[in-house]
């Protein structure tokens, strides 16, 4: 193992019979599991280790790192628990669409005292929040939060370059912020503070000095977040979710109508036209902008103090697709869209900075007409 590796996850694949006619040979058999962070490395799944929820993994027939239409796929649940039917037994090859923050994967063997436990313990409570991967950045000297950002990975937190800039002058560092997870009311003690390792803002911001594009910077945490959950950014080939008039949402402890607050609040927007993107604000190919909904009169915006927070859509799994960077003063321009960083335009940077691996890994395993236990193991970067 890489040393500088601190957390693998393992997926359980138990292969169970379907014993056909007569009690012949049974031709399919069910193949399932989970997938979880195995925070102590000792390949066995424990009440405190989560499940990893989102993840894709499929039947890589053709072994060539990529889903290919007509291959099976399943996402994991909140218990990070899949399943496949119908699997014939023999030699099977399982891919992993690998996620921020994780590059390499091996085949473990798992003990039984694993698959007892996984069968007792393996429903993950889920967490309370409505949006468990949104982030507070407060100042470390008084608490008070300045900026948003979102958990992409269990080290990693995805924000704007502008929260630690002040045009060309970096004015934040890491030593002065902690982040907040798994927080909504400010004012409360609830989620966990964690200290800032390093901010890695995005190497093309404020060239030229002064303006927005490139908005977009990651930090790494000191520590895995043991609260919330990872939201999935969109990736560069998902950019049908950009498309204009998708229905998105934006959350944070921004400036309301009334004043700051220290609530999370959420609001509906849409995704704008480019075009209008770009002949409001001179939009470049990073930015991506978001408006109040068509046919509603209200002004729905994010505003000073959301910086840095995602921009979502407004589905049962979301997706990230912006990172919230500028827009009108007041925020109360219903004919002005709020601007965003783009993110499928930098995939390639967060996956590169994350350590992600490039492609999707599959694994060779033996699926037998009776159960079996092998395991995946998945390997954060460092």
Same mark, same amino acid.
């Given at each position: 193992?890489?040393?500088?590796?601190?957390?693998?996850?393992?997926?359980?694949?138990?292969? /169970?019979?379907?014993?056909a006619?007569?009690g012949?040979? !049974? *031709?399919?058999?069910?193949?399932?599991?989970?997938?979880?962070?195995?925070?102590n490395?000792?390949?066995?799944?424990?009440?405190?280790?989560?499940?990893?929820?989102d993840?894709?993994?499929?039947? %890589?027939?053709?072994?060539?790192?990529? +889903?290919?239409?007509?291959? =099976?796929s399943?996402?994991?649940? @909140?218990?990070?628990?899949?399943?496949? @039917?119908? &699997?014939?037994p023999?030699?099977v090859?399982?891919?992993?669409?690998?996620?921020?923050?994780?590059?390499?994967?091996?085949?473990?063997?798992? @003990?039984?005292?694993w698959?007892?436990?996984?069968?007792?313990?393996?429903?993950?409570?889920? /967490?309370?929040?409505?949006? !468990?991967?949104?982030?507070?950045?407060?100042?470390?000297? %008084?608490?008070? +939060?300045?900026?948003? /950002?979102?958990?992409?990975? #269990?080290?990693?937190?995805?924000?704007?370059?502008?929260c630690?800039?002040?045009?060309?002058?970096?004015? *934040?560092?890491?030593?002065?912020?902690? $982040?907040?997870?798994?927080?909504?009311?400010?004012?409360t003690?609830?989620?966990?503070?964690?200290?800032?390792?390093q901010?890695?803002n995005?190497?093309?911001?404020?060239? #030229?000095?002064?303006?927005?594009?490139?908005?977009?910077?990651?930090?790494?945490? @000191?520590?895995?977040?043991?609260?919330?959950?990872?939201?999935? !950014?969109a990736?560069?080939?998902?950019?049908?979710?950009?498309?204009?008039?998708?229905? $998105?949402r934006?959350?944070?402890?921004?400036?309301?109508?009334?004043?700051? *607050?220290?609530?999370?609040?959420e609001?509906?927007q849409?995704?704008? +036209?480019? =075009?209008?993107?770009?002949?409001?604000?001179?939009?470049?190919?990073?930015?991506?902008c978001?408006?109040? #909904?068509?046919?509603?009169?209200?002004?729905?915006?994010?505003?000073?103090?959301?910086?840095?927070?995602?921009?979502?859509?407004?589905?049962a799994?979301?997706? +990230?697709?912006?990172?919230?960077?500028?827009?009108?003063?007041?925020?109360?321009?219903?004919?002005? #869209?709020?601007?965003?960083?783009?993110?499928?335009?930098?995939? =390639?940077?967060?996956?590169?900075? *994350?350590?992600?691996?490039?492609? %999707? &890994?599959?694994?060779?395993t033996?699926?037998? =007409?009776?159960?079996?236990? $092998?395991?995946?193991?998945?390997?954060?970067?460092?």
């Amino acid at each position: 193992m890489n040393k500088f590796a601190i957390q693998s996850a393992i997926v359980a694949l138990m292969a /169970g019979s379907l014993v056909a006619c007569g009690g012949s040979t !049974p *031709t399919t058999v069910t193949l399932s599991g989970v997938l979880f962070d195995d925070l102590n490395l000792n390949n066995l799944h424990e009440a405190s280790e989560p499940g990893l929820k989102d993840w894709t993994v499929y039947l %890589d027939n053709n072994a060539n790192l990529h +889903q290919d239409a007509g291959e =099976a796929s399943a996402v994991t649940n @909140s218990s990070g628990a899949y399943s496949f @039917s119908n &699997v014939t037994p023999g030699s099977v090859k399982i891919g992993v669409h690998m996620h921020l923050g994780f590059n390499a994967a091996s085949v473990t063997p798992l @003990s039984t005292d694993w698959v007892n436990t996984r069968i007792i313990n393996g429903t993950l409570v889920p /967490g309370k929040e409505k949006f !468990p991967f949104q982030v507070a950045l407060v100042n470390k000297s %008084d608490g008070s +939060q300045f900026c948003g /950002g979102s958990l992409i990975a #269990p080290h990693w937190v995805l924000t704007a370059a502008h929260c630690f800039f002040d045009k060309s002058t970096q004015v *934040t560092f890491a030593a002065a912020i902690r $982040v907040r997870i798994g927080v909504t009311d400010l004012t409360t003690q609830e989620g966990e503070t964690i200290d800032v390792s390093q901010l890695i803002n995005h190497p093309d911001y404020l060239k #030229p000095a002064g303006n927005f594009n490139n908005d977009i910077a990651l930090i790494k945490l @000191s520590g895995n977040a043991t609260q919330g959950a990872v939201i999935l !950014p969109a990736e560069a080939n998902d950019t049908s979710l950009n498309a204009a008039g998708t229905a $998105v949402r934006v959350i944070g402890w921004g400036k309301t109508e009334a004043g700051t *607050t220290n609530t999370l609040r959420e609001v509906g927007q849409q995704i704008s +036209q480019d =075009a209008l993107c770009q002949s409001t604000w001179n939009a470049t190919p990073q930015m991506l902008c978001a408006q109040t #909904p068509a046919g509603d009169t209200t002004v729905r915006d994010s505003c000073q103090g959301d910086s840095g927070g995602p921009l979502f859509t407004d589905t049962a799994t979301p997706r +990230q697709v912006g990172v919230v960077s500028f827009g009108t003063t007041d925020c109360t321009d219903i004919t002005k #869209p709020g601007v965003y960083a783009r993110v499928t335009f930098f995939d =390639a940077w967060m996956g590169t900075t *994350t350590g992600r691996t490039a492609t %999707d &890994v599959d694994v060779s395993t033996n699926v037998a =007409a009776n159960t079996s236990n $092998v395991g995946i193991g998945v390997q954060e970067s460092n």
